[in-house]
């Protein structure tokens, strides 16, 4: 594989803006392309947003933002990703959205460029089956919010090459201390495998009412010694991306540990999603409208 230079990444959610500031803190290009300009609007402000939550981290100057922020380029021409050296998929967690972004990206770029999704349900594999070239298409799995953990899965599809594999264990080592894992092409993969079940566990004590939500938090950070409580973890990441997720992975392998607890569905459905819109488990009482 060819030195990774410019990466062309498809699609710019908050998951996406995250990824996109990791690769640019690294000093490579990136060529963001989105549906439409409304989304482009949008995903530049969930882009600014992602730096400044890195920098405050970090402590980042106003020149460290102007020169990161500058080297991500939006388009709705997909057409621009002729020149990249590597796409990274990260569309909504849809088996047909990503099938079809995919196979558009694929129609695009040079038949050597390995192309990844950042997907943390769909299987590797299913992904790939459709697109020329099979041997250069992985996982990518970067945890949300991107910039901060540093574990990123390399997920080994059936047909993935091994030097896929490890170009993308060498280009993950770059992306400013984080660290690849590579795990075979599984349902949820290895981490999201066991962090599921575990995060359905905590809504299903809160529902049976074992403990308050802050209760549950604190017991589950000290006792455990976890940087983030469970219910913390799953505002931040928003209701609805977990309900996708373990809606997803309980379709795929039928194990009860997946089933979405129904405290979860009525949050979501009450339009409690955590804290894109300042209404979660940590925000408010979340039974208080389910009479």
């Known amino acids: 594989m060819r030195d990774i230079n410019c990466v062309g990444l ?3 959610d908050t998951l996406g803006a995250g990824i996109a500031v990791v690769l640019a803190a690294s000093g490579r290009s990136v060529i963001v392309v989105e549906a439409d300009q409304p989304r482009l609007v949008a995903g530049r402000a969930a882009l600014e947003t992602a730096y400044d939550v890195t920098a405050g981290r970090d ?10 922020l500058g080297r991500v380029v939006g388009t709705t021409d997909v057409a621009r990703l002729a020149a990249v050296d590597l796409v990274v998929e990260s569309v909504a967690e849809d088996l047909l959205t990503k099938k079809e972004a995919l196979a558009r990206a694929a129609a695009t770029v040079a038949g050597h460029v ?13 992904l790939a089956a459709d697109l020329p070239s099979p041997g250069r298409f992985a996982g990518l799995h970067f945890f949300d919010p991107a910039a901060a953990p540093r574990t990123v899965e390399v997920v080994r599809g059936l047909k993935t090459a091994d030097d896929t594999v490890d170009a ?27 962090l599921v079940p575990y995060l359905n566990d905590v809504v299903q004590a809160l529902d049976d009412e074992l403990a308050s939500a802050e209760d549950l938090d604190i017991a589950l950070k000290l006792g455990l010694g976890y940087k983030l409580g469970p219910l913390e973890l799953l505002d931040t990441v928003g209701l609805d991306v977990h309900l996708r997720r373990t809606s997803a992975l309980y379709a795929a392998t039928g194990d009860a540990r997946y089933a979405p ?10 339009g409690r999603l955590g804290a894109k819109n300042g209404r979660g488990f940590r925000m408010d009482d979340p039974r208080k409208d389910d009479a």
């Open 59 to 68: 402590a980042g100057t106003a020149a460290d933002r102007e020169a990161t």
């Open 114 to 126: 390995p192309i990844v999704s950042s997907t943390s349900a769909f299987s590797i594999t299913e």
């Open 10 to 12: 498809v699609g710019l």
């Open 261 to 270: 607890p129904p405290l979860l569905r009525r949050m979501v459905a009450a």
């Open 168 to 194: 993308l264990v060498s280009f993950v080592s770059t992306l400013g201390g984080k660290e690849a894992v590579v795990v075979k092409d599984h349902p949820g993969f290895l981490v999201h495998s066991m």
